[in-house]
């Protein structure tokens, strides 16, 4: 039953406002077609120059209205949005799209929209304008369809606003609204009018400085009945209830682009936003109503889902199969990798997540290929099948988007794993990798805390890693005496530094271009013997060696040399360039990258100079820095250690992070002095 139809069933109804001055501190905002050309004849904006359009306003109510006629709530969304486009880059956002809601033969409706683009044109104001009939509608899903449209004629210096009306009866359902964008914002404003009879809460998230209001108007609503007394006689009755609506208002101003900086994962997890939750609702005369989801409900849905938990209850097609995998193996460890290891060979990962197999596992085991769900699905099933204590895990993908634990909401997640318990621990598992193991999983699941889903055993767990991954790189530079410079390199990468360097080599590149990335590193020199290898038992490890050419690879002045340590491959640029930082840095795993160089060097030189030893951290060791140089001769052995143990620094902690790298790329840059003996 819709929430219109679980009101009341009343023939008129007629509401009154009783307060209309609500907020002192509303913002200004032009009503539309006003205030134009002073915009229109401004080229920067202070707050940001750099910017190729700027978000004028952005207006929007979300009010929660009682329709007399029909006798039920609906939810009334308005929104009106002027932009300023600045460079020809600018014009693309004058694409836009209005999200439209449905479920089953419930939609929401555009039922008013009008857009202008304004120009100026030998000083005066043209004006060109779409409808309706301009707006096309196209299907997202089965929940969603996004109603686009493009404004007329914009180009650079251009002003255009766009204005609309939703009418929806999903009044359960609150749409959140996004402050932030890629371009800077001068003004947000956010309004919801809610009846009392719905209790929603609220959240705002995100770095930027969101103000709010609330307060509160009488209302009335006068309902009429017809009540029939003889065949063509009746009265008609009335009554009036009266009740409260809460106004709350959200604002901000002078909002800035969100750009992406170094180190951040997914930017849409820092947005600045607000988003609604209903909790219950009270109409006079009934009950209250939940809404509120908890996460064991949320799990008990999905175990009895038919396209996820109840697909674990038919895996007999497996039993065989797996019976005769295992026979041999008494050790539960050895009988987990062995069905993992065949789930990854038999089903080829068709490259979409989902939260919910498409078709059933039994399907894509036969096939030979499925979407994440069916992959991990199965393998959850085939370690049951193996006798062990298995389960699926969802998540969401970096590129999805954080979870929240106070969030409850299975639509969040779009991915799903395979967990077991080992000898009292959890093993994590996702069969879709080409070059993943268990406990080492794809570095797209890295992505905070995912949540484990089997009866009686619903709670959180922590993906992210923390253990070290290590690299070890060995480097032999020689200089000759006509001071030419090659190197031979031989480099080695463990657990998530394996991984990271498998996807460069084999999966981001081919080989042709990961030599060219190996050259760019040598001053673009020749670079032979490439070499690479790559294991997943006992770990997973990569193996890359090769010799370089490095032209230019020293700075010779006279009888002076000067030679930069690295050979090219130590961090040479600190990559927190910002004075300020506004989001956190994530650093997705700790690692530790060991560094050993020998160089030997021309006879005929002296040895004038060398790097000093050095040894810096922050506080807690949360990132560690050791330079150790030892001369034998003319031979000159360095050894470098940087190693990052916390993933995740928070924004307060950028001036010491920011500080540690400059202090890192002044101790990388010392330099190897020589001077020509004398005589030679």
């Not at 929603?200 to 995100?206: A, D, E, F, Q, T």
């Not at 080992?422 to 794809?442: E, H, K, R, W």
């Not at 990559?575 to 060991?594: A, C, E, Q, W």
Request: net charge neutral.
């Amino acid at each position: 039953m819709t929430m219109r139809k679980q009101l009341f069933v009343l023939a008129l109804a007629a509401m009154v406002s009783v307060n209309s001055t609500l907020f002192a501190q509303q913002p200004d905002i032009p009503k539309y077609g006003r205030d134009i050309e002073e915009h229109l004849n401004k080229s920067v904006y202070q707050i940001d120059s750099s910017a190729n359009a700027v978000v004028l306003f952005d207006k929007g109510v979300s009010s929660i209205r009682y329709d007399k006629e029909n006798g039920y709530f609906y939810l009334e969304i308005t929104r009106h949005k002027r932009v300023k486009v600045l460079t020809k880059e600018g014009v693309k956002w004058a694409d836009e799209s209005i999200p439209l809601y449905k479920s089953g033969t419930t939609k929401e409706r555009l039922s008013r929209f009008q857009a202008t683009t304004y120009n100026l044109e030998n000083g005066k104001v043209k004006s060109e304008k779409i409808n309706l009939r301009s707006v096309i509608e196209e299907e997202v899903s089965d929940k969603l369809d996004y109603a686009k449209f493009t404004m007329p004629q914009v180009k650079e210096g251009s002003v255009f606003e766009f204005s609309y009306t939703v009418v929806s009866e999903f009044t359960y359902s609150l749409q959140p609204w996004v402050f932030q964008s890629e371009i800077p914002t001068l003004v947000s404003f956010y309004t919801v009018v809610i009846p009392e009879y719905y209790i929603y809460n609220h959240r705002l998230s995100g770095y930027e400085n969101i103000r709010q209001e609330k307060t509160k108007s009488a209302e009335i609503i006068t309902f009429s009945s017809f009540q029939r007394e003889q065949k063509n006689t009746g009265n008609v009755s009335s009554q009036n209830v009266k009740y409260e609506t809460e106004w709350q208002m959200y604002y901000g101003y002078d909002i800035p682009a969100l750009r992406y900086e170094p180190f951040t994962d997914n930017i849409n997890n820092y947005i600045s936003r607000v988003d609604f939750e209903l909790q219950y609702t009270r109409f006079p005369g009934q009950i209250h109503k939940s809404y509120a989801l908890d996460w064991n409900t949320a799990t008990r849905t999905l175990l009895e889902h038919i396209n996820f938990g109840r697909e674990l209850e038919n895996t007999g097609f497996l039993k065989e199969e797996i019976t005769s995998l295992v026979a041999n193996k008494t050790d539960n460890v050895q009988k987990m990798l062995e069905v993992y290891s065949q789930i990854n060979k038999k089903i080829k990962w068709n490259n979409r997540y989902s939260l919910f197999a498409d078709n059933r596992i039994r399907k894509a085991y036969s096939e030979g290929s499925g979407n994440s769900a069916e992959v991990n699905l199965c393998l959850v099933a085939a370690l049951r099948e193996a006798g062990l204590d298995a389960f699926p895990i969802a998540l969401s993908t970096r590129s999805n988007g954080l979870v929240h634990e106070w969030e409850v909401s299975l639509g969040k997640f779009n991915h799903v794993i395979a967990g077991a318990y080992l000898n009292g621990n959890i093993v994590t598992m996702d069969a879709t990798g080409n070059y993943s193991v268990p406990n080492i999983l794809p570095l797209e699941c890295l992505n905070g805390k995912a949540r484990i889903v089997a009866p009686n055993r619903s709670e959180w767990i922590d993906l992210d890693p923390k253990a070290a991954s290590r690299s070890n790189c060995m480097v032999q530079v020689s200089v000759d005496t006509s001071l030419n410079v090659s190197c031979s390199v031989n480099e080695l990468y463990y657990n998530y530094q394996a991984l990271n360097k498998y996807n460069r080599i084999f999966v981001d590149n081919n080989p042709e271009t990961f030599q060219k990335s190996l050259s760019s590193k040598h001053n673009n020199g020749t670079v032979e013997n490439v070499k690479t290898s790559h294991t997943l038992t006992p770990v997973p490890q990569v193996k890359v060696s090769y010799n370089a050419e490095m032209p230019n690879g020293l700075i010779s002045r006279g009888d002076m040399v000067y030679i930069t340590p690295g050979a090219g491959l130590l961090p040479t640029e600190n990559p927190f360039v910002s004075g300020t930082r506004k989001l956190p840095m994530n650093f997705h795993y700790p690692f530790i990258d060991n560094y050993m160089f020998v160089y030997k060097l021309p006879q005929g030189y002296e040895i004038q100079e060398v790097p000093q030893n050095a040894r810096f951290s922050l506080p807690d060791g949360k990132a560690n820095y050791v330079k150790n140089v030892l001369i034998n001769g003319n031979d000159v052995t360095m050894n470098f250690s940087i190693s990052i143990m916390q993933t995740l620094f928070l924004p307060e902690e950028y001036a010491q992070v920011k500080e540690f790298f400059d202090q890192l790329i002044a101790a990388n840059s010392q330099m190897i002095v020589l001077k020509k003996s004398e005589g030679k």
